[in-house]
């Protein structure tokens, strides 16, 4: 329910002053661990007083949950995994572990996982959540996958991961007011989580409501400031606006945080963000720079079509009118395979 700046408050107004030094390590370390995570995700440091915590499930299941945020999907399930061994109903570990299992479209381990889940816990959301997002992920099932998500927010009304799993039900099939009034009761349940605002912004951006958009994408900011996908997305609305100067500011905003988070830009996820940043590049006419962005872009999706369509339209732009053939040849042959 907290915002992390308010999170951030609490943990300021502890009165841990009565408490010798290696007690007040202990507690704010036990407290930070229980902090959000998509608020400047980083390596979560024990210190050296409370050294041997570093095999708590807990703790582990919080490392976990920064390396999801940080999109090293692998990492996290290699964390995740190594919890589900230890104790295969781990509360706190299941969302996540499900997430990151959606993620790294894992549908057979998903699939026994819900399975197993349901069988022993069928009053638990967590295990028709597991069995909603199995069918989201098979793709075309997403009827199926509405009933098991709407089981899992009858069973407990305020679970927000459900929630925003129904919204993305609708938001596949563009079907934009029904997504939107799932994401808006995540939002009114999950009140210091920027996800259902960021989602309600994107709904927004897909109809053309720019305006709308932007308030979302501005509310998720205010929550989650050093978020990566928000700025990309406030990026993307000012593209739209013809405001190239301040769609570079945010998406080269946007890039440093996911450099800073990994040294460099390895995930697929990240594709959108440099084609974008391409794109907002030819625009100010910096050619060689948006090419650059683009070819980056090239190595994380190597056969995307728009990719080779942007490159040929630059090198057309700078002459180079052989270099732009071959490039719309490329994105012709890719369309028709």
Sequence with gaps: MLTAQEEKELLESLPLSKLCTEEQELLRFLFENKLKKYNKPSETVIPESVDGLQ????????LAERHYYNCDFKMCYKLTSVVMEKDPFHANCLPVHIGTLVELNKANELFYLSHKLVDLYPSNPVSWF??????????????HARRYLSKATTLEKTYGPAWIAYGHSFAVESEHDQAMAAYFTAAQLMKGCHLPMLYIGLEYGLTNNSKLAERFFGQALSIAPEDPFVMHEVGVVAFQNGEWKTAEKWFLDAL?????????????KWEPLLNNL???????????????YHRQALVLIPQNASTYSAIGYIHSLMGNFENAVDYFHTEQTLRTN
């Design 55 to 62: 095999e708590n499930l807990d703790v582990v299941v919080s």
């Design 130 to 143: 597991a069995v909603g997002c199995y069918y989201l992920m098979v793709g075309h099932k997403n009827e």
């Design 256 to 268: 440093e945080k996911i450099k800073a988070i990994g040294n460099e830009v390895t995930v697929d």
């Design 278 to 292: 391409g794109h907002v590049c030819r625009k100010l006419k910096k050619y060689a720079e948006a090419l650059d």
